[in-house]
């Protein structure tokens, strides 16, 4: 195995802990949280070779932070390290500048706090590819079933060199391979399955281009609608998961709406009537573009994963 580090700065407020548990795809294959060491670590691929990314804080200075970057594999060339040093920003959300969420959030009655614990960003995968298919998994079910599904796919994957449990996400034509029969008996993903065979078929044919979403995302010119447009029409990716892909892509003006939501508000704001539709949509209406990202670490906020941050910054007992 051949071992090259590299070093990204960091703008504050961060905290990479904050950021890699924003929601639970860091349970999810490639990804995964070291508590002991603090370190997100993803296993990426270089074609069909697998690598390594793990990721730590380094040195903390009052406006910046120093994320120390190790890229292992059979061979690391410097084209891997220059793709690692694109990917990372990505992954965490590195180039969004939100201080116009942070104003917001500090006249906010819970989110004050987000900023001084370097919280606000969301980790995602870099493939839109594999962010769909996650999405697909997740819905309709709960989230302890959505991680076996989605872990059970992540086995298909080419595994990196001595490391025989880690294994790098499989490509459409992978899962293809594998077919109903693993997705049904293997990943038990019943309905789901037909949904996400289709997705890797379009993608395989070149009637969708999942990856390109990004670039959409980025121009300002494209309206979020023609992005929610092309989500929508991927089969099994209705509303909510739309919308939650959108935050993915820097789009956080639409509110994805599931029953989770719905606990949250009523425990929240509605003095634990459920509300409706129109309600939730009048209450965060007033975030605007932000709306989606309030609502989402409104929730966030009250894990067991935040508050264990609130206290280790002495923001709470």
């Known amino acids: 195995m051949e071992t090259r580090s590299t070093t990204i700065e960091v703008s504050t407020p961060f905290s990479l802990k904050a950021v890699a548990l924003s929601h639970g795809w860091h349970e999810c294959s490639p990804m995964n949280w070291s508590e002991g060491g603090k370190c997100l670590q993803v296993i990426r691929r270089n074609g069909a070779d697998p690598y390594r990314v793990s990721i730590v804080e380094g040195e903390r200075r009052r406006d910046r932070v120093t994320l120390r970057v190790a890229v292992d ?24 500048d939100l201080t116009e969420f942070y104003e917001i959030c500090r006249r906010h009655h819970t989110l004050h706090v987000l900023e001084r614990i370097g919280a606000g960003r969301f980790v995602r995968s870099v493939s839109m590819f594999e962010n769909v298919v996650k999405a697909l998994c997740a819905t309709n079910v ?14 298909l994957g080419p595994i990196v060199p001595h490391f025989r449990n880690l294994t790098a996400w499989p490509t459409p034509r992978e899962i293809l391979r594998a077919g109903e029969a693993y997705l049904n008996g293997v990943c038990r993903l019943g309905y789901r399955t037909e949904s996400v065979l289709e997705f890797c078929r379009d993608v395989c044919a070149g009637g969708v281009d999942p990856e390109s979403l990004n670039e959409l995302a980025a121009d300002p010119t494209v309206e979020t609608e023609e992005l929610l447009k092309r989500l929508r029409a991927i089969r099994g990716i209705g509303p909510s998961s739309a919308h939650y892909l959108l935050s993915f892509l820097g789009r956080h003006e639409s509110l994805s709406i599931d029953s989770a939501t719905f606990a949250h508000v009523a425990a929240t704001r509605t003095n634990g009537k459920r509300p409706t539709l129109k ?6 209406a007033p975030y605007g573009r932000w709306k989606n990202k309030v609502c989402w670490f409104e929730n966030w906020i ?3 994963t935040a508050r264990g941050l609130l206290r280790a910054a002495k923001l709470m007992d």
């Open 302 to 304: 009250r894990w067991g």
């Open 73 to 96: 594999a059979k061979r690391v060339d410097t084209a891997v390290v220059r793709r690692v040093r694109r990917d990372v920003p990505v992954m965490l959300e590195l180039d969004a």
């Open 279 to 284: 309600q939730i949509e009048r209450i965060y």
């Open 142 to 155: 709960n989230w302890t079933q959505a991680v076996k599904m989605i872990n059970r796919i992540g086995q």
